[in-house]
């Protein structure tokens, strides 16, 4: 299987309650990115490693380690709207992202992106829903979490540690799966 098949089929569905966060993010570790292979210009956008002194300059920056946890406690995969959901819900969660932050986050990522990691207009909407979600939610600050400290826990365990509610991403599911009925990404997040 190519790394592109690998990529499109990965995918620890929500329903996924008993693997620990740390199984999971091994499997994800057999063939995902490093982070010195995401390109620079990403990494400067969405690593903390590149903010400034006192000056953020997107909410919710991780590594890419803690990134890819979060896909995990979110029940998504690594296709784009995937990404798109992970990257919104994350700066969400800080409650700091106004509408010029969102917006020019989205220009970033559709115009200033390397071309295979741009997103397209439906993954820009999924993005802004996922900043909503997570402003709303009442889960911890995902880019504060101390992952490191979960990954022994189940993932039931580890998603109620950190406040994420279940039944807030199931019913956002269901409305991506009927919004987007051509998306491979969306329609299995109910699996």
């Known amino acids: 299987m190519s790394i592109a098949d690998k990529v499109r089929a990965w995918h620890v569905p929500l329903s996924e309650r008993e693997a620990t966060l740390g199984a999971a993010h091994d499997r994800l570790s057999e063939f995902g990115l490093n982070q010195d292979d995401i390109p620079f210009l990403i990494q400067l956008v969405e690593n903390p490693k590149y ?8 909410s919710g920056a991780t590594d890419l380690r803690a990134h890819d ?27 700091q992202v106004g509408q010029m932050e969102e917006r020019l986050f989205s220009f970033f990522t559709q115009y200033l992106y390397p071309r295979a990691y741009r997103f397209s207009d439906e ?27 979960l990954r022994g826990l189940s993932l039931a365990e580890a998603r109620r540690k950190i406040g994420l509610e279940d039944d807030l991403l199931r019913a956002y599911y269901a409305i991506e799966k009927n919004r987007y009925p051509h998306s491979f990404e969306s329609q299995r997040l109910l699996d």
């Open 69 to 95: 946890q979060i896909h995990i406690l979110l029940g998504r995969g690594l296709l784009p709207k995937d990404e798109a959901f992970v990257l919104g819900f994350t700066m969400g969660s800080t409650e």
């Open 51 to 58: 903010d400034f002194p006192g000056i953020d300059l997107f």
């Open 123 to 149: 993954d820009i909407r999924v993005f802004r829903d996922a900043v909503r979600l997570g402003f709303i939610s009442d889960v911890q600050r995902l880019d504060k979490v101390d992952y490191e400290a």
